[in-house]
């Protein structure tokens, strides 16, 4: 089993090891008051001679923008609802990707990964605390998938990192019960119904548009499916699906609206339903967003 030969030069430390019979050189660390001395740097080297020892392939020159867009979001978007993957992809595209163009993901420490988040944060001084905290579990996810697919090997250099200070979020706004009140007094038909329900349930906009006429039993609702996109999926926790008790002005609103509700539409092949799911029975896609606008 190689140690390999850790020496100082051109005011950094150096590994000197050998792969395939092959003598290679890589620097481990800048000389600075955190690497002082051979023993500061030498869990670096064990990191880098860890794989090799163990009879393995030693890591490519892989960037971590080339195994988190060729390897880690196509992984998200098999494996993940589609909200979560198109989350994943805006917070990588608008956050992470301008900081790490040539950033090897072999060899990446805690060190570094902190030096990212601190970039990060520089670089867009209106990021909320709440925003970095989002970017730490991303590039969390990020190494533990690299580990499982032995893209990475170590511990993950994200976990002991902190994420900077930013702005306090804001608070998030909540209609009260009395302007709930006035914005039933203006609507009508569908819309009404729309915003009783969403006020009265809590439920989320993909969970209103998921909604169907079976899904009430009696004096409950459940929540069998989202809808983010035209794209239906299963709602995100088993919580999500318990049965809900309706209250009577929401039993109210939807006795009142189901005689007016036209017919459901039958495919013409019955074997090959419509790619793209419906709206919920009692609320059009326009009645949904211009509830969720007055709201």
């Keep these: 089993m190689q140690r390999g030969q850790i020496f100082k030069r ?37 990191d880098i001679l860890r794989p090799i020892n163990r009879g393995g392939q030693t890591a490519g020159k892989e960037t971590l923008q080339e195994f988190i867009e060729g390897t880690y979001l196509p992984h998200v978007q098999k494996h993940n609802k589609p909200s979560t993957y198109n989350g994943y992809r805006n917070l990588y595209n608008l956050r992470v990707k301008p900081h790490v163009a040539g950033v090897r993901l072999f060899g990446f420490r805690t060190r570094d990964a902190q ?72 609507l009508g038909g569908v819309s009404r119904v729309a915003v009783t329900v969403a006020a009265y349930t809590g439920l989320s906009l993909g969970e209103l548009r998921g909604l169907k006429w079976k899904d009430i039993s009696g004096e409950q609702l459940s929540v069998n499916r989202t809808i983010w996109r035209g794209i239906e999926s299963e709602p995100k926790t088993e919580a999500r699906k318990n049965a809900m008790p309706l209250l009577p002005i929401v039993r109210k609103e939807l006795d009142a609206m189901q005689p007016r509700c036209p017919a459901k539409r039958k495919s013409r092949n019955p074997e090959k339903p419509p790619e793209k799911p419906t709206q919920p029975d009692f609320a059009t896609e326009a009645d949904v967003e211009r509830s969720k606008r007055i709201a």
């Excluded at 290679?24 to 660390?29: I, N, R, S």
């Excluded at 032995?150 to 019960?177: L, M």
Aim: proline content about 2%.
């Design 115 to 186: 030096k990212l988040l601190e970039a990060i944060a520089e670089s867009n001084g209106n990021l909320s605390h709440a925003t970095l905290i989002h970017v730490k579990s991303f590039l969390s996810g990020v190494f533990s998938f690299a580990k499982r697919m032995g893209s990475f090997d170590g511990a993950n250099p994200v976990r002991d990192t902190k994420a900077p200070r930013g702005q306090a979020s804001k608070e998030t706004y909540a209609c009260s019960h009395k302007e709930v009140e006035q914005m039933l007094k203006i």
């Design 10 to 46: 051109h005011g950094g430390w150096h590994l000197r090891y050998r792969v395939n019979g092959k003598q290679v050189c890589q620097k481990l660390a800048d000389y600075c008051d955190d690497y002082r001395t051979v023993s500061s740097v030498r869990q670096i080297a064990d």
